[in-house]
Each structure stands twice: as structure tokens, then as C-alpha cells.
């Protein structure tokens, strides 16, 4: 069964889907703790909270994909306004207040929401152009999960061009690398920060978005998905654009074929993948300059 | 301060001298998960026993019944905690609620160490009539093996004779299947594969769904609860799956508060269940008409095992006239109650402490653009099969 | 000793309930202790501690209940399980740093709930009951009433305390503290900086195990949620709030959250919301925890940064 071309295309296809949509959070919490040295737990947050924006804007406007224009700009200013009225205050405080500082966003968004919305699951409903199936070896796979996979790479071939041919990326780049020498430059490092901070919660409420129609749309949908993103940011290399990527295709893929091959062990088998590479690679796969030993 | 008016609070709570009972109003206590993604069941089920408790005028031979819920977030340790609250601090005369089986598992022996009765409104692990089974506990909503144990025979007779398993990896699914393969395989069905998805991570039934397909089966049994019932039945569809491998479930994928995320990926599904809304008996029309007035909204399984799990109690002290001060005397009463109720008929199994109940088997259809249950057969009377209780008489 | 006084006046005066409150305080107290030793004190942060908790209840389940081992044998056992496991880990986890050394942690925790979860001996998710306390009726001590069980809790939260107040000022301990402040110097002297951040998490995992034998005996209960990496947030959260770093900060928040958690539903229905809100508010303003508030100068160190060099 499993050289069977139709179940395995279907199954890579699974793993990409889940790769995409882990990278689009993964990378801006990776930038945002190279960058920033901040460990930004909420960042699953601003992926529940555009998700849960999603819902509204299909319910109330009726279309998808004015969703999908507005809520990532949604989940960017709300990722903005956090950063600018809270956790920029402690950045400076060290990992362990960061940490107490955003599973108190983490609590009071969880609530927020259920105060909102109410306690029941949400749904957003595929948009009618891609809710059919599209032909792979005979057998049916969703269209929208191909979209999902569409929309991953114009991202990371968008960023990888930001990275690496623009200014504000090569400041970027830099700041990761040493952010020290960056500021005795001259550039506003604080506007480079909200900046960054901006476009990694634009990413995740992109990932809400897009994630929505599949997912769901629940209150504690941020915890269910935040440890994933850690050990994809963890494995790939804080920092690290390619690290990000790799990251998020190992783990995409692991997962996927983990729970078809291993079911016995699919609970424990990232945490075990994530552990190995640790053991043999303590700095991730591929971490930038300055995490590297 | 808040915590020193709790703490003087409790004091004061706690050293009240017993005045005589028959002043005092009767509690019942209810543990409920009432934060987190199970908030709304939980109301849903309160709701149904504020109805039971209307329907007794809110009091008992002139004492009024009064109802404590605690928020036991599911989790066994919680659930612990607050019953001794409930138990030790309110003085509960009955305990009721609970949804999670490790919840009832943990609070056992300490409801009978302190020999409180509890009626469970929704815990289905077998265990708990089986061998954890307590003359002080009982159960009125369902056990796993009670739900399904007569889904495969019946599935055999309309053609299906291969059936793939799917469900989230915890108890409550994997009883579920378990039953579920021993009566279809002993009614000569063939089950073709299973697998069960990590509970509580990634949501994404992908991999799954493709692995149940290859395995080419008739029907796909899928066992689902909450935010992953919508997620699977969604996924589902989109898999274009529906005509060459339908879906047959039991409770829990496809109740009242989920189907509208779920839309039209509802429909068409064979269900086998304790209750659907649309009985049309005199009992649960009349039900549906009180829960209907007061909630504006369906009352579903949940609402209506709530609803049985207050009656059961206030049947029982209704036939003590009031009387709390026996606590054995209650439970005794409680096994001998027995009515005709929305579900249909219900009593109590001296064997094991469990409710004995019509299942019904159903199917969902889309009508006028909403979807609702057919009832295609029932099974009367069907007793918990659950095994290994073994209980003093 | 403040503390220790004001513990006692709590327990004369509270009610069945109450007790259950101060056992479970007391209990969490040790918990987040063995967390600050580690985390504080050697300035590794792990949060993965829920495992070794995990370990020591249900090992002690396993020695006492399952084979049936006299309870005092099995206590000792279950700490030196727990000890084990440390050391085992701690061989390989040890060397990491920061960010990794907790991600790794928060694996390793993960690791035994899924194991918990699945495996029938232990009843997997339903968690298993019928944990009985230890007999201590030769003493004249019931410990199943709750005032003698919490008195008994208190008790031995006060021992740890005592023995953690006696290590810190031991020569070991002190270095330990160098090592957190400065490890590449401790390191150019010649300390072998491996072994003591393996005693130290030796001992922490130790505790954490001890803190796992009482959980069982006083829920008389275990299931996988007690290794769940909510709990090892919570108990991290609580050595923040408390004051990480001193001893005294993880009894303090241990009492702060757990009154909160279980009293803060009875009165208000979004009680996740107002303990955000608590969070926050301290992280703002009280980022070294209430003993940082009240002493004004910091305990044996602020937040550990990550090892990244610069």
C-alpha cells in the first residue's frame, strides 16, 4: 500500500500542506527571537485571533477572500499593538518574564475570544472555487489544500527575495547575525523591530486565514499549535530563514508519515525527532551565525 | 483580601452547626467542565437540569433544591479538588455532572469514602459500571459499549460488511471501536483497518483519511468529539470520499451544537445513538417545548441527559419525601427509579448500577438547508453490557 | 519563618476543604522549589518539570500499589527513580543552553505523558486510582484526615526548605551560583561546570520526584495530565510570581496560583482572563516576583539570559 503512487502523492501532499502552514509561523517566531531575543509565546494568539476575524468577515461580509485580504492586516496591527503597549517593555527583562508575560496574553486572549464568540467551535467555510477535488493517480485530493501549499511558497520565494535583495532585509539579516554592530551603524534598530514584529503577525494571521477552512476556528486552537511551531523554530535554527524552512519540512513531514507508519508512537515521535536533533545539532539544523557554537 | 474572605468564608461555611434537615435547603453538586473547549457541552447539560429542577417546582416536600457548580476543567486532579469542596465544604447531599471518565474515575472512592451518591450525566468509559462499578455511583447517560454494541449487526443487514475505524487516541474512542468490532465482526462484518489520531495536537485527518481509503472499505466508522468532529467531518468531504466510502459514527460527531460549522458534511451520515431531538413521542415533545421556550434553541443529547441525571435525583428524594439524612436510603432510592422520559424508558440495572435505554438507529439528512435526524430503527431496552462489575448487593 | 508562622495560623483555623488547599500549596511549594534549584539557583530554566513528577507518582504507584511493596520502601524508591532519570537526562541535556534546554525539557516531559498515556498498566488516560496514604498509625497520626495530611505536607515543605536554605550556603552551593553568574569564568578556573549542573539537576529532579510521591498521596490519585507541559508552565510560572532565584519566592507564588486556580472559578466565570491579567500585571511591574517587591534588591539572580555569545 504504501508504494502505491496514489497514496503516496496524497500523503507528501499532507506533509506539504502542514509544512507550508507551519513555516508561515515558524518564521516569524524564529526571526522575531534572532532579531529580538524574544521568545514570544503569543504568537499562536495572533493566529487564533485573525482566524477568529476570519469567521466575522466571512459571516458578515459573506466572502473568503476579503477575509483573506483583511484579517492578516488584522492580525498584524493587533501583533503591533501588543508588541508596542506591552512586550516591548520586556524585552529587556529576560526569557522568564517574556515567558510570564505572554502566557498571560495567551489567557486573556483564550477568554477574550470565549467572551466574544462564545465556547463553541467556529467554522469557515471553504470558498466554492476550491472546495472540489483535484485528480491525483485516480483518486480524489482537496483543491484547497494544493492553495494552502500555493500560498506557503509565493511566501517563502516573497521573503527569500525581501531577505535577500532588499535593504531592509540585508538590516534584517545583520541585526540577526549581530545585532550590536547594527545599531553602532546608525539604523534605528527600534523601527526595524516593529517592523519585523509587524510582518511575522501578519504571517501568522495569514496562517489563521488560510488554516481556517481546514483547522477550525476554536478557543485554544493557539496551545494546540504553538508547541509544533517551537520545535520547528527549535530544530531549524533560531534566526534562520533556511532553518525555518527545513525545519518546518522535516516536521511537516515526520508528522505526517509518523502517525501512518508508527501510530503506536505518533504521539511521542516529534518530541523524540526534536530531542535527536538537539543531541547531535544543539544549535538546530541550520542556525544563524550567532547561535552557532 | 480576597483570599482571606475566602478563607473566613469557608470557615464559616464549614463550622455551621447541622440545624435540623428539615430547614436546610437540599444541595446537589455539579462538577462540570465549565472553562475550556468543553464550556459548551457543559452549559448545555446544566441547562437540561435546570429544567428537571423547574419541573419539580425547584423544591422537594417543602425543602428547597439548591444546585452548586464547580468548573473541574476536566482534569482529574481538578475534579478531585473541587469535590471536596463540593463534598466537604457545601455538604452536598448528592454529586452530579461530570463529562471526562478520568474525572469520575478519580472521584470514586472519595464520594464513597464520604458515602455520597453520584449520578454521572455523561462519563461513558465502561470501567465506570464495569469493573470500577460503586454501589454509590451510577450512571444515566450511556456506556461505550451500550452505543454501539448493536450498530455493527444492523449495519451487516443493509450491506455493509467493510468497515475501516477512525477516531482521536483517547478512552473514550477507542471503547467505542473496540464494542463496535466485536459486534459487527460476530454479525460477520470484516473491519478492514484502524488508526487513531493523537488527541490534542494538529488537527489534520489528511493522512488518515488517504490511509482509510486505500484500504477500500464499505464504510468508515469514525469517532470524534468537539472541534475535531467538525474538523473530521469537514476534511472528510473535502476528500470527495462520500459515495464509495460513507460514514457511520456514533455519539458525539455530529450533535446539535456543531452542525452548523459543519454544514451540509453532515448529512447522509448512519448514526446510532441514546436520543435525537426529533423523537416523536408525548414525552419529548413536551421536553423540546420547555427547552425550546427557555433557551430558545434545540435541546440536544447533552440537554437531555443533564435533564435525566436531576430527574433521576429528584425522583429519588421525592420518594424519600425529602429526607437527606440517609444517605444510604438515597442511593437505594435512586436504583429504583424509573419513568418514561424524552429518551424513552428509563430504569436503572441493580447489577451494575447502569441505565437501560432505547438506542436508536439513525441518519442524518439535509432538509430545507439544515440537517437533521431520521430515526430508521430502534432497539428497545438495551442494557449496558459493560463488564466486570462486581458490586455487594 | 514568617512563613512557616503564618502556615501554621492558616491550618488551625481552616476547614476540611481548607486543608486540601494548604496540602496542595505545600506539596506545589516543594515542586516549585526543586524548579528553583534548578532554574534559580544553577540557572538552568527547565520546563519539563511535570515529568519527573510524573516519574516519582507513578513509580511510587508502581513499587506500592502494583507490586504491592511496603509504602516506605516504595517512597524512598520512587525518589531514587526520579534521581536516576535526572541523571540519565541530564547527561545529554545538561550541556545545552537557553532556549534549547527548554525545549528539550518541555520534550522530555511530552515523552512520558504520551508513554503515560498509552500504557495500560497505569490505565493510560484514565489515570488510576487506589492509592492508599502511608500508614503512619504507629505515630497515633491518621493521615487520612485532612488536618493531619496538611500538617504532614507543611512538615515536610519545611524540610526541604530547611535542607535547600542549608545548600545554598554549603560550598557547593555557592558555586553553583557562580556558575550561573559568570560560567566561561567558572570555567578558565578550572570548575568542572558539567558535573555540578549534573548534581544540580540531579538533586532538582530528586526533589520534583519527592513533590510527585505527595501529589499521589494526596489525590490518591495519578493520570498523565500531572506530567502535561500546562503544569510544568504553571509551576514555572509560580517561581516567577513568587521570586525565582530566592527561596522563599517559590513558596510564595505556589500559594498565590494555587488559591487563585481554585478559588477564582468559584466567583468568576473567566477566571483564565483574570489570571492573564495577574500574569501581565506582574511581569510589568514585579518582574522579580513579590520577593522582589518586598526585599528591593534581587535574590540570587535575575532571569538567566540565553547562552547565545555575543
Redesign the interface.
Given at each position: 500500500m504504501l508504494l502505491d503512487p496514489a497514496f503516496l502523492a496524497a500523503q507528501l501532499l499532507n506533509s506539504l500542506q502542514l509544512a507550508m502552514l507551519l513555516f508561515l509561523l515558524a518564521i516569524g517566531l524564529s526571526v522575531i527571537f534572532g532579531l529580538m531575543n524574544f521568545l514570544n509565546l503569543a504568537h499562536g494568539t495572533i493566529y487564533m485571533l485573525s482566524a477568529f476575524i476570519a469567521y466575522s468577515v466571512t459571516q458578515h461580509l459573506g466572502s473568503f477572500w476579503l477575509a483573506l485580504a483583511l484579517a492578516p492586516l488584522a492580525g498584524a496591527a493587533i501583533g503591533l499593538a501588543l508588541f508596542v503597549v506591552l512586550l516591548r517593555r520586556v524585552e529587556a527583562s529576560g526569557h522568564l518574564v517574556q515567558v510570564l508575560v505572554t502566557v498571560g496574553v495567551i489567557y486573556v486572549g483564550m477568554d477574550a475570544v470565549r467572551m466574544i464568540y462564545g465556547d463553541l467551535p467556529n467554522d469557515v467555510p471553504l470558498p466554492a472555487v476550491l472546495s472540489g477535488t483535484v485528480d491525483v493517480f485516480g483518486l480524489g485530493y482537496p483543491a484547497y489544500r494544493f492553495f494552502i501549499i500555493g500560498i506557503g511558497l509565493a511566501v517563502q520565494l516573497a521573503l527569500y527575495f525581501a531577505l535577500e535583495r532588499t535593504r531592509l532585509g540585508a538590516v534584517v539579516r545583520a541585526g540577526v547575525d549581530d545585532r550590536a554592530t547594527v545599531e553602532t551603524l546608525g539604523i534605528d534598530i527600534g523601527r526595524v523591530f516593529r517592523l519585523v514584529f509587524a510582518i511575522g503577525a501578519y504571517l501568522a494571521g495569514l496562517a489563521g486565514v488560510i488554516s481556517a477552512p481546514v483547522f477550525g476556528v476554536y478557543p485554544g486552537m493557539d496551545v494546540m499549535i504553538i508547541v509544533l511551531v517551537l520545535i520547528v523554530v527549535v530544530v531549524g535554527g533560531l534566526g534562520s530563514f533556511h532553518g525555518a524552512i527545513l525545519g518546518s519540512l522535516l516536521i511537516g513531514f515526520a508528522d505526517t508519515f509518523g502517525k501512518i507508519l508508527l501510530p503506536n508512537f505518533a504521539m511521542m515521535l516529534i518530541y523524540c525527532v526534536m530531542a535527536a536533533v538537539l543531541v547531535i545539532r544543539p544549535e538546530g539544523l541550520i542556525p544563524s551565525r550567532r547561535f552557532r557554537a | 483580601m480576597k483570599m482571606l474572605r475566602t478563607v473566613l468564608g469557608l470557615i464559616a461555611a464549614g463550622s455551621l452547626a447541622p440545624a435540623a434537615w428539615a430547614q436546610q435547603p437540599i444541595k446537589i453538586g455539579v462538577l462540570m467542565p465549565t472553562s475550556g473547549v468543553l464550556a459548551a457541552l457543559a452549559t448545555e447539560q446544566i441547562n437540561g437540569m435546570n429544567i428537571a429542577l423547574e419541573e419539580f417546582g425547584g423544591a422537594i416536600a417543602g425543602r428547597k433544591v439548591e444546585m452548586i457548580v464547580e468548573d473541574d476543567e476536566a482534569k482529574p486532579n481538578v475534579g478531585l479538588t473541587k469535590a471536596r469542596k463540593l463534598i466537604l465544604s457545601d455538604r452536598v447531599d448528592v454529586l452530579t455532572g461530570i463529562v471526562g471518565s478520568d474525572v469520575a474515575l478519580a472521584v470514586r472512592p472519595f464520594a464513597e469514602a464520604n458515602r455520597v451518591p453520584v449520578v454521572i450525566a455523561n462519563a461513558g468509559a465502561n470501567a465506570l459500571t464495569g469493573e470500577n462499578c460503586s454501589p454509590w455511583m451510577f450512571r444515566v447517560s450511556f456506556s461505550h459499549a451500550q452505543l454501539v454494541s448493536n450498530f455493527g449487526a444492523w449495519l451487516v443487514k443493509r450491506g455493509i460488511r467493510r468497515v475501516y475505524a477512525l477516531g482521536a487516541d483517547f478512552v473514550s474512542p477507542r471503547e467505542m471501536v473496540e464494542a463496535f468490532r466485536k459486534g459487527f465482526v460476530a454479525a460477520g462484518g470484516t473491519m478492514v483497518g484502524e488508526a487513531f489520531a493523537p488527541y490534542g495536537t494538529t488537527k489534520d485527518y489528511g493522512p488518515y483519511l488517504s490511509q482509510a481509503r486505500a484500504a477500500n472499505p464499505d464504510a468508515i466508522f469514525a469517532v470524534f468529539y468537539g472541534a475535531e468532529a467538525i474538523l473530521f467531518v469537514k476534511q472528510y468531504q473535502s476528500f470527495g470520499m462520500r459515495d464509495k466510502h460513507r460514514l457511520v459514527t456514533t455519539m458525539g460527531l455530529t450533535p446539535q451544537m456543531l452542525r452548523k460549522a459543519q454544514g451540509d458534511a453532515a448529512a447522509g451520515i448512519l448514526e446510532s445513538l441514546n436520543y435525537v431531538p426529533e423523537l416523536d413521542t408525548p414525552a419529548n415533545k413536551a421536553f423540546q417545548a420547555v427547552y425550546l421556550k427557555k433557551y430558545s434553541a434545540l435541546g440536544a443529547e447533552f440537554a437531555v441527559m443533564g435533564y435525566d441525571a436531576m430527574r433521576f435525583i429528584l425522583e429519588a428524594l421525592k420518594s424519600l419525601n425529602g429526607r437527606t439524612d440517609d444517605k444510604a436510603a438515597i442511593a437505594a432510592a435512586i436504583r429504583k427509579v424509573s419513568y418514561e422520559g424524552p429518551r424513552g424508558p428509563m430504569s436503572i440495572d441493580p447489577r451494575n448500577n447502569a441505565l437501560t435505554q432505547n438506542i436508536y438507529m439513525t441518519e442524518t439528512v439535509n432538509q430545507g438547508g439544515q440537517v437533521v435526524f431520521r430515526v430508521l430503527d430502534t432497539v428497545p431496552r438495551v442494557a449496558d453490557p459493560s463488564e466486570g462489575c462486581r458490586m455487594a448487593r | 519563618m514568617g512563613l512557616f508562622a503564618a502556615a501554621v495560623v492558616?491550618h488551625a483555623?481552616?476547614?476540611?476543604?481548607?486543608h486540601?488547599l494548604i496540602a496542595?500549596t505545600a506539596i506545589f511549594a516543594v515542586f516549585a522549589m526543586s524548579l528553583d534549584l534548578l532554574?534559580g539557583y544553577a540557572g538552568m530554566?527547565s520546563f519539563g518539570h511535570a515529568g519527573f513528577l510524573g516519574v516519582g507518582a507513578y513509580a511510587f504507584t508502581y513499587f506500592a500499589v502494583i507490586l504491592g511493596w511496603p509504602p516506605y520502601a516504595a517512597f524512598a524508591l520512587a525518589i531514587a527513580l526520579g534521581a536516576a532519570t535526572a541523571a540519565i537526562v541530564g547527561l545529554?541535556v545538561v550541556?545545552?543552553a537557553?532556549?534549547?534546554f527548554?525545549?528539550?525539557t518541555?520534550?522530555?516531559s511530552?515523552?512520558f505523558h504520551?508513554?503515560a498515556?498509552?500504557n495500560p498498566t497505569f490505565k493510560?488516560?484514565?489515570?488510576m486510582?487506589?492509592i492508599a496514604r502511608l500508614d503512619l498509625s504507629a505515630l497515633g497520626l491518621d493521615t487520612n484526615n485532612?488536618a493531619v495530611f496538611s500538617a504532614l505536607a507543611i512538615a515536610v515543605c519545611a524540610l526541604v526548605w530547611a535542607g535547600m536554605e542549608f545548600l545554598v550556603a554549603t560550598p557547593f552551593g555557592r558555586t553553583l551560583s557562580a556558575i550561573r553568574q559568570n560560567q566561561s569564568r567558572m570555567r578558565a578556573l578550572g570548575c568542572p561546570v558539567f558535573r555540578y549542573h549534573l548534581a544540580a539537576f540531579v538533586l532538582s529532579g530528586a526533589l520534583a520526584a519527592l513533590a510527585g510521591v505527595l501529589?499521589a498521596q494526596h489525590?490518591?490519585?495519578i493520570?498523565p495530565?500531572?506530567a502535561n507541559?500546562l503544569v510544568s508552565?504553571d509551576v514555572?510560572?509560580a517561581v516567577?510570581?513568587g521570586g525565582?532565584g530566592t527561596l522563599v519566592g517559590p513558596v510564595l507564588g505556589s500559594a498565590i496560583l494555587v488559591?487563585l486556580r481554585?478559588?477564582l472559578?468559584?466567583f468568576v466565570?473567566?477566571?483564565?482572563?483574570c489570571?492573564?491579567?495577574?500574569?501581565?500585571f506582574?511581569?510589568?511591574f514585579a518582574?522579580r516576583g513579590i520577593c522582589g517587591l518586598l526585599l528591593g534588591a534581587p535574590g540570587a539572580g535575575?532571569?538567566?539570559?540565553?547562552a547565545?555569545?555575543?
Amino acid at each position: 500500500m504504501l508504494l502505491d503512487p496514489a497514496f503516496l502523492a496524497a500523503q507528501l501532499l499532507n506533509s506539504l500542506q502542514l509544512a507550508m502552514l507551519l513555516f508561515l509561523l515558524a518564521i516569524g517566531l524564529s526571526v522575531i527571537f534572532g532579531l529580538m531575543n524574544f521568545l514570544n509565546l503569543a504568537h499562536g494568539t495572533i493566529y487564533m485571533l485573525s482566524a477568529f476575524i476570519a469567521y466575522s468577515v466571512t459571516q458578515h461580509l459573506g466572502s473568503f477572500w476579503l477575509a483573506l485580504a483583511l484579517a492578516p492586516l488584522a492580525g498584524a496591527a493587533i501583533g503591533l499593538a501588543l508588541f508596542v503597549v506591552l512586550l516591548r517593555r520586556v524585552e529587556a527583562s529576560g526569557h522568564l518574564v517574556q515567558v510570564l508575560v505572554t502566557v498571560g496574553v495567551i489567557y486573556v486572549g483564550m477568554d477574550a475570544v470565549r467572551m466574544i464568540y462564545g465556547d463553541l467551535p467556529n467554522d469557515v467555510p471553504l470558498p466554492a472555487v476550491l472546495s472540489g477535488t483535484v485528480d491525483v493517480f485516480g483518486l480524489g485530493y482537496p483543491a484547497y489544500r494544493f492553495f494552502i501549499i500555493g500560498i506557503g511558497l509565493a511566501v517563502q520565494l516573497a521573503l527569500y527575495f525581501a531577505l535577500e535583495r532588499t535593504r531592509l532585509g540585508a538590516v534584517v539579516r545583520a541585526g540577526v547575525d549581530d545585532r550590536a554592530t547594527v545599531e553602532t551603524l546608525g539604523i534605528d534598530i527600534g523601527r526595524v523591530f516593529r517592523l519585523v514584529f509587524a510582518i511575522g503577525a501578519y504571517l501568522a494571521g495569514l496562517a489563521g486565514v488560510i488554516s481556517a477552512p481546514v483547522f477550525g476556528v476554536y478557543p485554544g486552537m493557539d496551545v494546540m499549535i504553538i508547541v509544533l511551531v517551537l520545535i520547528v523554530v527549535v530544530v531549524g535554527g533560531l534566526g534562520s530563514f533556511h532553518g525555518a524552512i527545513l525545519g518546518s519540512l522535516l516536521i511537516g513531514f515526520a508528522d505526517t508519515f509518523g502517525k501512518i507508519l508508527l501510530p503506536n508512537f505518533a504521539m511521542m515521535l516529534i518530541y523524540c525527532v526534536m530531542a535527536a536533533v538537539l543531541v547531535i545539532r544543539p544549535e538546530g539544523l541550520i542556525p544563524s551565525r550567532r547561535f552557532r557554537a | 483580601m480576597k483570599m482571606l474572605r475566602t478563607v473566613l468564608g469557608l470557615i464559616a461555611a464549614g463550622s455551621l452547626a447541622p440545624a435540623a434537615w428539615a430547614q436546610q435547603p437540599i444541595k446537589i453538586g455539579v462538577l462540570m467542565p465549565t472553562s475550556g473547549v468543553l464550556a459548551a457541552l457543559a452549559t448545555e447539560q446544566i441547562n437540561g437540569m435546570n429544567i428537571a429542577l423547574e419541573e419539580f417546582g425547584g423544591a422537594i416536600a417543602g425543602r428547597k433544591v439548591e444546585m452548586i457548580v464547580e468548573d473541574d476543567e476536566a482534569k482529574p486532579n481538578v475534579g478531585l479538588t473541587k469535590a471536596r469542596k463540593l463534598i466537604l465544604s457545601d455538604r452536598v447531599d448528592v454529586l452530579t455532572g461530570i463529562v471526562g471518565s478520568d474525572v469520575a474515575l478519580a472521584v470514586r472512592p472519595f464520594a464513597e469514602a464520604n458515602r455520597v451518591p453520584v449520578v454521572i450525566a455523561n462519563a461513558g468509559a465502561n470501567a465506570l459500571t464495569g469493573e470500577n462499578c460503586s454501589p454509590w455511583m451510577f450512571r444515566v447517560s450511556f456506556s461505550h459499549a451500550q452505543l454501539v454494541s448493536n450498530f455493527g449487526a444492523w449495519l451487516v443487514k443493509r450491506g455493509i460488511r467493510r468497515v475501516y475505524a477512525l477516531g482521536a487516541d483517547f478512552v473514550s474512542p477507542r471503547e467505542m471501536v473496540e464494542a463496535f468490532r466485536k459486534g459487527f465482526v460476530a454479525a460477520g462484518g470484516t473491519m478492514v483497518g484502524e488508526a487513531f489520531a493523537p488527541y490534542g495536537t494538529t488537527k489534520d485527518y489528511g493522512p488518515y483519511l488517504s490511509q482509510a481509503r486505500a484500504a477500500n472499505p464499505d464504510a468508515i466508522f469514525a469517532v470524534f468529539y468537539g472541534a475535531e468532529a467538525i474538523l473530521f467531518v469537514k476534511q472528510y468531504q473535502s476528500f470527495g470520499m462520500r459515495d464509495k466510502h460513507r460514514l457511520v459514527t456514533t455519539m458525539g460527531l455530529t450533535p446539535q451544537m456543531l452542525r452548523k460549522a459543519q454544514g451540509d458534511a453532515a448529512a447522509g451520515i448512519l448514526e446510532s445513538l441514546n436520543y435525537v431531538p426529533e423523537l416523536d413521542t408525548p414525552a419529548n415533545k413536551a421536553f423540546q417545548a420547555v427547552y425550546l421556550k427557555k433557551y430558545s434553541a434545540l435541546g440536544a443529547e447533552f440537554a437531555v441527559m443533564g435533564y435525566d441525571a436531576m430527574r433521576f435525583i429528584l425522583e429519588a428524594l421525592k420518594s424519600l419525601n425529602g429526607r437527606t439524612d440517609d444517605k444510604a436510603a438515597i442511593a437505594a432510592a435512586i436504583r429504583k427509579v424509573s419513568y418514561e422520559g424524552p429518551r424513552g424508558p428509563m430504569s436503572i440495572d441493580p447489577r451494575n448500577n447502569a441505565l437501560t435505554q432505547n438506542i436508536y438507529m439513525t441518519e442524518t439528512v439535509n432538509q430545507g438547508g439544515q440537517v437533521v435526524f431520521r430515526v430508521l430503527d430502534t432497539v428497545p431496552r438495551v442494557a449496558d453490557p459493560s463488564e466486570g462489575c462486581r458490586m455487594a448487593r | 519563618m514568617g512563613l512557616f508562622a503564618a502556615a501554621v495560623v492558616w491550618h488551625a483555623f481552616s476547614t476540611p476543604f481548607g486543608h486540601t488547599l494548604i496540602a496542595e500549596t505545600a506539596i506545589f511549594a516543594v515542586f516549585a522549589m526543586s524548579l528553583d534549584l534548578l532554574g534559580g539557583y544553577a540557572g538552568m530554566v527547565s520546563f519539563g518539570h511535570a515529568g519527573f513528577l510524573g516519574v516519582g507518582a507513578y513509580a511510587f504507584t508502581y513499587f506500592a500499589v502494583i507490586l504491592g511493596w511496603p509504602p516506605y520502601a516504595a517512597f524512598a524508591l520512587a525518589i531514587a527513580l526520579g534521581a536516576a532519570t535526572a541523571a540519565i537526562v541530564g547527561l545529554f541535556v545538561v550541556r545545552m543552553a537557553g532556549v534549547f534546554f527548554i525545549m528539550v525539557t518541555l520534550s522530555i516531559s511530552m515523552m512520558f505523558h504520551a508513554w503515560a498515556f498509552r500504557n495500560p498498566t497505569f490505565k493510560g488516560a484514565n489515570g488510576m486510582g487506589g492509592i492508599a496514604r502511608l500508614d503512619l498509625s504507629a505515630l497515633g497520626l491518621d493521615t487520612n484526615n485532612p488536618a493531619v495530611f496538611s500538617a504532614l505536607a507543611i512538615a515536610v515543605c519545611a524540610l526541604v526548605w530547611a535542607g535547600m536554605e542549608f545548600l545554598v550556603a554549603t560550598p557547593f552551593g555557592r558555586t553553583l551560583s557562580a556558575i550561573r553568574q559568570n560560567q566561561s569564568r567558572m570555567r578558565a578556573l578550572g570548575c568542572p561546570v558539567f558535573r555540578y549542573h549534573l548534581a544540580a539537576f540531579v538533586l532538582s529532579g530528586a526533589l520534583a520526584a519527592l513533590a510527585g510521591v505527595l501529589t499521589a498521596q494526596h489525590t490518591m490519585f495519578i493520570s498523565p495530565e500531572m506530567a502535561n507541559w500546562l503544569v510544568s508552565g504553571d509551576v514555572l510560572i509560580a517561581v516567577i510570581i513568587g521570586g525565582i532565584g530566592t527561596l522563599v519566592g517559590p513558596v510564595l507564588g505556589s500559594a498565590i496560583l494555587v488559591v487563585l486556580r481554585d478559588t477564582l472559578s468559584s466567583f468568576v466565570h473567566y477566571w483564565y482572563f483574570c489570571l492573564g491579567l495577574v500574569f501581565i500585571f506582574f511581569a510589568l511591574f514585579a518582574p522579580r516576583g513579590i520577593c522582589g517587591l518586598l526585599l528591593g534588591a534581587p535574590g540570587a539572580g535575575g532571569a538567566p539570559k540565553s547562552a547565545a555569545k555575543r
